[in-house]
Structures are given as structure tokens and as C-alpha cells.
């Protein structure tokens, strides 16, 4: 499969199974359209008006040349893969700690419903993440490293619980032979120079929640009581996160709703208050939400997400860029195979546990009781759930199979699929349609820097 588009003056072509990227003059840009389609005598005749005939041969002949290097117009290997991929032990690599179901601030498109999720608030006890981890290293084979996210509603309303953990974990490391890479997942409301130190040391990444312009940011994520900027209290903290981790190992992170369709002005907003690690992404909303991506949207997205990728390509030229999370794309083997056919790996290599200790997919699924998938005394107890997760891959979803983003996206997001289709099996296509755009300008950006 052959994916070529024009972005920012670039002829570019993806050879979807071998990865291989090429850019190209429009002759061969051409060439490459019709070449599956009729023979060399008919592109010659289809062409010849655009450009002299002996180019045309000689750039055909330089096409069959990277087609016998497996580097245009290879075959799909990794399909054949699927069946000893599925066969794969099950092993769990990561939880989703769910260590406060609640929350200091009452932002609008929270999944969890300002910290509830469909019920009860609650924080996590000592005892049920200390299982949850033992569950971990139990069920993480031969895998060392395990990665564990504090999340909420708001960690740091049970912080201290969170320092427990934190030292638990450390205490089992070397019996064990793991090392748990922990990470803080906060909207910085109560971050104070205690926290900021504490995860200094023991965390591995910090993901910091802001939407991006002042104005946007708090018309999304107001306060409780609906008084003062939620902006004004976590950017100056944010700033110093950044900071003390030499702007590595945190990254802050947005969601752009139909309220900020031109959210290109919230990612330099947060590039400009010196951030060098920025993720702004769609929310996920149903339709009826008055703030949900709408397909209208598209188009102006798609723009702002083209100017994004010049500006960025224009920054880092000029030594001040930044990473944008969503154009980050590995070109040179990129991930694992499994994780390229797969993705986040929810419902099987990670879980998201509940403040009571259940065991659900990942996050997004947490209080739909047909996603309950065990708990931390029992272990998983629906291990059919688990397998329609494991058994969830690229070749699983129609549209996956024929979309040429397969390998960067992996299949797209379980829950989005089952919010809009009902199953995990399908894809969002408002969604889809974003990713394949951001994938088109991520690789536009590796060929644009590559000039250099
Ligand atoms: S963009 Fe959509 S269709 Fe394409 S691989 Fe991702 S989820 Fe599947
Ligand atoms: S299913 Fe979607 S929301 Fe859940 S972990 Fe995967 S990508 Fe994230």
C-alpha cells in the first residue's frame, strides 16, 4: 500500500508496509500514482505532455529499482504475524492507578465526571494500591520495567497515599528484579514545593493538565466554586515543573474542543510560555455535547494543524523549537511490532484500577460495569474481556486494515470505538480523520528538517 499527499511544498510517499518514506519531484510524484494502475507505454502516453518521454522511462526504471529494494510497493508482512502475535503470553506492563475519585476543579469534558465516574467519590487506601502493585509484579513475567501512573480525578488529593505506594514499590524492586517508572498525572491546583521535590526524585514523568490561552483554558477547566482562573493558580507552577526537570521527562497536556477549533493558538501559547514538551488533543465527547468536534470542523482542524507543523518545522530550524507530542512519529523501525499492531495495549497489558481496587480496560471505561474486568483480591475474573482486547489489532477493525495511518495509529482508541460504535472493533472516524492528518505532517516534518 502507497500513500502519497503534497504538504508545505513536499511530494511525499509513504510505503505503508516497509515504512519507507520518499520525497519526490512531481514527475515521479505522478509516475508513482499510475503505476499500479496501467503499464509503462500508457503512463508514457498519460504523461508526455507534462515531461519528456526519456524521463519518464528512466524515473519508471528508478521506481522498479526501489520496488525490488522493498522500499515501494512492498507486501503486508506483518498480517501473517497476527496469528503467533494473538498467541502472545498475556503480560501486564502497566496500571492506571485511579488514586482519588475526586477533584479539585470542575472541568466540563471530564470523562470522570469532575472526579465521581458514575458514582462514588473515593480515594484509594494504602492496601488496595499496595495489591495492586504486587498484582503488577505478579503478572509482568519477565518484563522489568512497569510502568504505574497516578491519576485521578486528582492525585495530589491523596498524596500521602501516594507517597506510600511510591516507597511500597521501591521496597520490592530488587527481590522482584523490577523497576516501576511512576508517573503524576495532575491539573497542579495543589502542587507545592513538597510535591514538586518528592516527584522530582521518585517520578519519572509528569503530565500537567492545561488547556492552553488563559481564556480557553479556564472556560474548560473552572474552579469548584467558579471563582477566580484555575490558569492564574497552576501556570506559574507549571513553569517551575518545567524548569526543574530541564524541560525533559513532563509534558503539559491539553484538549481542544469545538470551542478552540483553532487550537494551533493554544500550542504556541504554551510554546511560548517556554514549555518544550506539549500534547493538545480532540476531546472525546458524544455528539450531543455542545463542545464535541463536529465533522464540519474538519477542515479547519486539518488547517490549523498544517500551520502547527510549519511553524514547528520553522522553530526547530531556528533553534527555539518544541515537541508537539501528536507529530512525534518514528520513521526508523518505530515501535515494537506488537505495540505497532495493537497500540496502548488497554485491557491486557494495561489496566486502570479503581479507589476500591476493580480492575477495568483503561481509564475511559472505568464505571461501565460491562468493562469490569476483576479486581485486586481475585485477579482478572472476565478473561474474555481481556481477550477481546488482546485479540484487538489492526487487522481486527475494517477500516484499519485499508487506512494507510495503520502502523503509527495502531488501530486508534478502544473506548472512542465503543463510545460512538458500540464496540471496540470499529473506529471514531472524526478522530481517524484527524490522526491520518497529523501522521501527514509529521512526516512532512522529518523530510523538512532532513533538508538540513
Ligand atoms: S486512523 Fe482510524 S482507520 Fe486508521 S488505523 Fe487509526 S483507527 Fe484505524
Ligand atoms: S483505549 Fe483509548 S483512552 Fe484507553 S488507554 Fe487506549 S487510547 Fe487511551
Request: proline letters at 3%; glycine letters at 6%; one cysteine or more.
Amino acid at each position: 500500500m502507497v500513500h502519497q499527499y503534497k504538504n508545505n511544498g513536499y511530494n511525499i510517499v509513504l510505503d505503508v508496509n516497509s515504512g519507507s518514506v520518499h520525497v519526490v519531484d512531481d514527475m515521479v510524484y505522478d509516475i508513482i500514482a499510475l503505476y499500479e494502475k496501467m503499464p509503462l507505454d500508457t503512463i508514457v502516453e498519460e504523461l508526455e505532455n507534462k515531461y519528456p518521454e526519456n524521463d519518464i522511462r528512466e524515473a519508471y526504471s528508478e521506481i522498479e529499482q526501489l520496488k525490488e529494494a522493498g522500499q515501494l510497493f512492498t507486501e503486508d508482512i506483518y498480517e501473517n504475524y497476527i496469528d503467533a502475535f494473538k498467541d502472545r503470553p498475556t503480560v501486564v506492563k502497566a496500571l492506571c492507578l485511579h488514586i482519588a475519585h475526586d477533584c479539585n476543579l470542575a472541568c466540563r469534558y471530564c470523562f470522570a465526571e469532575e472526579g465521581e465516574y458514575h458514582g462514588r467519590r473515593a480515594l484509594m487506601s494504602f492496601e488496595v494500591g499496595k495489591k495492586a502493585l504486587d498484582f503488577l509484579v505478579a503478572n509482568s513475567g519477565s518484563r522489568k520495567n512497569l510502568e504505574v501512573d497516578f491519576f485521578g480525578g486528582e492525585p495530589t488529593m491523596n498524596w500521602e497515599v501516594v507517597k506510600q505506594l511510591v516507597e511500597y514499590g521501591r521496597s520490592i524492586e530488587e527481590a522482584n528484579n523490577k523497576k516501576f517508572r511512576f508517573t503524576l498525572t495532575t491539573n497542579g491546583i495543589l502542587l507545592n514545593d513538597e510535591i514538586l521535590e518528592f516527584a522530582n526524585k521518585e517520578m519519572s514523568n509528569i503530565v500537567l493538565s492545561i488547556d492552553g490561552r488563559k481564556e480557553i483554558n479556564d472556560l474548560m477547566r473552572p474552579t469548584r466554586n467558579g471563582h477566580g482562573s484555575s490558569y492564574d493558580i497552576i501556570m506559574p507552577k507549571f513553569k517551575k515543573v518545567a524548569e526543574s526537570r530541564n524541560q525533559m521527562n513532563y509534558y503539559v497536556r491539553g484538549t481542544f474542543t469545538h470551542n478552540n477549533l483553532d487550537f494551533s493558538k493554544d500550542v504556541l501559547h504554551l510554546a511560548d510560555e517556554g514549555f518544550e514538551q506539549i500534547s493538545v488533543e480532540p476531546v472525546v465527547a458524544q455528539p450531543t455535547d455542545s463542545y464535541a468536534i463536529r465533522e464540519e470542523d474538519i477542515p479547519y482542524l486539518c488547517e490549523q494543524y498544517d500551520m502547527l507543523a510549519k511553524e514547528l518545522v520553522k522553530r526547530k530550524k531556528a533553534g527555539n523549537g518544541f515537541n508537539f507530542f501528536h507529530f512525534m512519529i518514528d520513521l526508523n523501525g518505530g515501535p515494537c511490532v506488537a505495540k505497532r499492531l495493537s497500540g496502548c495495549g488497554s485491557g491486557c497489558e494495561y489496566l486502570a484500577v479503581t479507589p476500591w481496587g476493580d480492575f477495568y480496560p483503561c481509564h475511559q471505561f472505568v464505571g461501565n460495569e460491562k468493562f469490569l474486568m476483576g479486581n485486586v483480591d481475585e485477579g482478572i475474573t472476565r478473561t474474555d474481556i481481556r481477550e477481546e482486547f488482546k485479540n484487538s489489532n489492526v487487522y481486527s477493525k475494517e477500516k484499519c486494515k485499508k487506512c494507510f495511518a495503520k502502523f503509527y495509529c495502531s488501530g486508534g482508541c478502544a473506548a472512542n470505538s465503543y463510545n460512538f460504535h458500540g464496540n471496540i472493533n470499529d473506529a471514531y472516524d472524526i478522530g481517524c480523520e484527524l490522526q491520518r492528518k497529523r501522521i501527514e505532517c509529521a512526516i512532512m516534518i522529518k523530510a523538512a528538517l532532513a533538508e538540513d
